[in-house]
């Protein structure tokens, strides 16, 4: 069969925001990577940039990088092969969400992720 009978390429006639994560539960103190990903409608990657927001600063703040602090809650990343990445830190016990938003080919799209904060267990 030719590739094009088999279908491997998504069919997306979309675009695409996705909001990830490795881990959705952190301590206090410890950090995790936040990936946003975005595809255009014909499956190549998005160009620009996402807004990535926190939802509860006080939960979590972004981290390791030269974040305005008092846009704190709300950076813009740029772009790179479709990926935007952010580095957030867990600041109290808690939880709140992540959302990130993106204008692609025209169009408004968000996704979002539940970020959950515990306390360090002390070894005693």
Sequence with gaps: KSKEEIGDEPTATTAILKLGAPITKIKIGEETEIRATASNADGT???GSCK???ENPAVVSFA???VDNAAGDNITVNFQDG???VKI???SKGKTNIIAESNIEEKELSDRINMEVIEAVSAS
Aim: aromatic share 6%; no cysteine.
């Design 45 to 47: 990657y998005s160009q």
């Design 52 to 54: 990535i927001k926190i």
């Design 64 to 66: 390791g990088q030269n």
């Design 83 to 85: 990926v935007a990445a």
């Design 89 to 91: 830190k867990g600041v």
